[in-house]
Structures are given as C-alpha cells and as structure tokens.
T-cell receptor
Framework: LAKTTQPISMDSYEGQEVNITCSHN???????ITWYQQFPSQGPRFIIQ???TKVTNEVASLFIPADRKSSTLSLPRVSLSDTAVYYC???????????FGSGTRLLVRP | DTEVTQTPKHLVMGMTNKKSLKCEQH?????MYWYKQKAKKPPELMFV???????INESVPSRFSPECPNSSLLNLHLHALQPEDSALYLC???????????????????FGPGTRLTVL
C-alpha cells in the first residue's frame, strides 16, 4: 500500500482557504486518494475521494495532478469548527485496508 | 440511519477482567472493522469482517477476540489486557470493496465515536 506524507501541522485563520498537500510517490494505478477528518475523541469522517484531476463536493475540493504523485485538499473559507486532524490515504477500491498516515493537525484561529 | 454506535463510551478494567466492546450499524453494510487509536496517533486497523467472516487480522494479540454475530453487530472481547492496551477503540463499517454503494464513495468507511478504554 502506498505510503503518504503530509505536513504535521498547519495554522490558519477563519475565512481563509486552506490547502493541505499530500505526497504519495508510490501510488498504484488502481489506487484512489481519500481524505478523512477527525475531531478529538471522535471517529474519522470521510471528506472526499478522487482518482485524477479535480473533485468537488459541498465541503472540499481535491486536486490531483496528472502524475498522481501528490494531491491537495482544499477547504474554502475555514471556520473554527474545521480545527481537526486531516488524513490522506491511498488504496484500491476493492481494498478493506485503510492505512492512516500521521495526518495534518489544522488549527483555525479567530 | 447513517450511524455507527458503540457501547460503552468509556470502560475501565483491570488486567484480570473480561469485558466486551459492542458496535452496531443499520446501514446494510457487510464489512465491519475494529481500529485502535492511541493518543495523538492515527487509527490502526485490527480486524476486518466481511459478510460476517473474519477477513483480516492484523497480527493482533489473542487477548483481543472479535466476533460478528450478524451483519449489524460487531463485538470485541477483551481478556487479560495490559496497561499499554489503553486506547480509543473505533468501530467502522462500509460496503464491501467493489460493491456499488449508493451515494457512498468506494472505501468510504463510517466510523463510530469509539470506546475509550483504560486498563489499570
């Protein structure tokens, strides 16, 4: 399974756009890129998933370049409630194994 | 119902005790998971059940014993635990890999709130 590398932590302010980049140099052809969010003492929550180019949903966008060796999670206009740990994962659609990397601790300040 | 429930929320047990963690989902998911998460660390996969059969055991010590009585329930039986087993235990469920879920993305796992376990 491809290993991921993310920044350990990021700081932002309310209303700003936050971009968290994840490196996954060994991503396999059939791997998808998935992001989860986790608040303290809660289980992770699925945010977004993509294979290539750009995916957007109601909470985030995911940008994936052509070589797929990295991806960027974009959170528009963050609020204090977006303070959480964000995990980038790669894996095949048929895989049960979610291998969580170290994650990025995002702190949103007033 | 898009919720995974776990009981109890908190559990304190001695090293000689036997206890069980319970997990329930009513989303029709046929894959269920146990994860262990230590403080400030990512979740680590322990077990995967697919169609009520144990599919993956990530070399977990035998003092942890999973059980899947039916498609909605998942238990984790605990016996003779060590203090280092203290952690947040998370249950999750999903459609089995390759199935075309409804609005769910593939590999999307739905997590419960966890059981905070303390072993004295």
């Amino acid at each position: 399974l491809a290993k991921t590398t993310q920044p350990i932590s990021m700081d932002s302010y309310e209303g700003q756009e936050v971009n968290i980049t994840c490196s996954h140099n060994n991503i396999a052809t059939n791997d998808y890129i998935t992001w989860y969010q986790q608040f303290p003492s809660q289980g992770p929550r699925f945010i977004i998933q993509g294979y290539k180019t750009k995916v957007t949903n109601e909470v985030a966008s995911l940008f994936i370049p052509a070589d797929r060796k990295s991806s960027t999670l974009s959170l528009p206009r963050v609020s204090l409630s977006d303070t959480a740990v964000y995990y980038c994962l790669v894996g095949g659609r048929s895989s049960y194994k979610l291998i969580f990397g170290s994650g990025t601790r995002l702190l949103v300040r007033p | 119902d898009t919720e995974v429930t776990q009981t109890p929320k908190h559990l304190v047990m001695g090293m000689t005790n036997k206890k069980s963690l319970k997990c329930e989902q009513h989303m029709g998911h046929r894959a269920m998971y146990w994860y262990k998460q230590k403080a400030k660390k990512p979740p680590e996969l322990m077990f995967v059940y697919s169609y009520e059969k144990l599919s993956i055991n990530e070399s977990v010590p035998s003092r942890f014993s999973p059980e899947c009585p039916n498609s909605s329930l998942l238990n984790l039986h605990l016996h003779a635990l060590q203090p280092e087993d203290s952690a947040l235990y998370l249950c999750a469920s999903s459609q089995p890999g390759g199935d075309r879920g409804r609005r769910e993305g593939y590999n999307e796992q739905f997590f419960g709130p966890g059981t905070r376990l303390t072993v004295l």
